[in-house]
């Protein structure tokens, strides 16, 4: 049925709830999933406001914050918390159509993971509308820098994934990871993957009203060389794998899926929506169409691999052009 429909806009077959707490408000609230076949694509209503005030558009132009989390504001300055974990487990499991109901102003955390969304989502299974997936082909490098921080789209076949983190001092370190956004491989090989913190910056985020529900049950804490959490880690690079998750969760708002080869050296949430608004300010730089048509046009479109990646992160970015990136 997945190849049959492969070319088809997907919602969910049935609706269902997840309840917990959001990890920077703290509040309690109920999330529910909804098939939907509208023109919304992927959209929140808040519960919790007045009628007409609550719709807001899963899009890379609603982000209205980017500090630790990816939230999203509509024109009335309604807002949600935390999209990230749960749009990458939309993506990952092709959801074009769904109406995201919340009755308060994060998505819970849950485990810190996407686990529970993508597991969840893949035991109800999917519906197909009779209308035609898209999606947006990377033609030309697209390149957003800050410091030695960069976010690039380079052209590729597949949907591709790598991240570089790097965290001195710390038992984190410098950590490569790479994924292909194909089958199961991101519910098998990221989605499992824990948000992590600091325990130093703790008291002074808590200040700023930041990470209120968090706790050793939803995050990985770090104290320097030591990991604070009696469990440990659910696999010894955990956290790179789980900017791979965030960095899904944030490209999946430019609203379809993006084909080509997103490679980021300690990027966050902030650089990957100025990588979205980038992308959609030079449209000279890819073209958007129907998967089926777009799988026909760009089937030999040239690789700009990145095999060496740990080589490349050790360099800041101006010293090493797009061109050498794409031989490297
Ligand atoms: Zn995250």
Redesign the pocket.
């Known amino acids: 049925m997945e190849t049959q429909y492969k070319y088809n806009r997907a919602t969910i077959s049935e609706s269902v709830s997840f309840i917990g707490v959001g990890l920077h408000t703290g509040k309690t609230t109920q999330v529910t999933l909804k098939p939907s076949v509208d023109r919304r694509g992927i959209y929140f209503v808040r519960k919790d406001v007045s009628p007409g005030t609550g719709v807001i558009d899963a899009m890379w132009y609603n982000v209205s914050d980017t500090t630790l989390?990816t939230n999203l504001s509509n024109e009335f300055g309604v807002s949600v918390h935390t999209v990230?974990?749960l749009m990458s487990a939309l993506r990952a499991t092709g959801i074009d159509n769904i109406k995201i109901e919340i009755d308060g102003p994060e998505v819970p955390i849950m485990d810190?993971s996407a686990e529970v969304f993508v597991k969840t989502i893949q035991g109800i299974g999917k519906s197909y509308l009779a209308k035609p997936k898209e999606a947006i082909w990377v033609t030309q490098p697209i390149v957003i820098t800050e410091g030695d921080k960069f976010a690039i789209l380079m052209p590729h076949s597949v949907p591709q994934v790598t991240v570089c983190i790097d965290f001195p001092d710390t038992v984190i370190g410098s950590q490569c990871y790479s994924l292909k956004m194909e089958g199961d491989n991101f519910a098998d090989d990221v989605a499992y993957a824990r948000?992590f913190g600091f325990s130093e910056q703790i008291d002074a985020l808590k200040k700023q009203g930041l990470v209120q529900g968090g706790s050793l049950i939803n995050a990985v804490l770090v104290d320097g060389e030591t990991i604070i959490n009696p469990e440990g880690l659910r696999v010894e690079n955990e956290f790179v794998r789980?900017k791979v998750?965030?960095a899904v969760?944030d490209i999946a708002l430019a609203g379809v899926p993006v084909i080509g080869h997103y490679y980021a050296y300690k990027a966050g949430h902030e650089l990957n929506n100025k990588l979205l608004q980038k992308v959609f300010s030079e449209p000279s730089s890819w073209s958007r169409m129907n998967l089926k048509d777009g799988e026909d046009e760009f089937s030999n479109i040239e690789d700009m691999h990145v095999d060496n990646y740990s080589e490349l992160a050790e360099k800041p970015l101006d010293a090493v052009s797009v061109k050498k990136i794409a031989s490297i």
Do not use: I, K, Q, Y
């Open positions: 989390s990230e974990h810190g948000t789980h998750l965030d969760g």
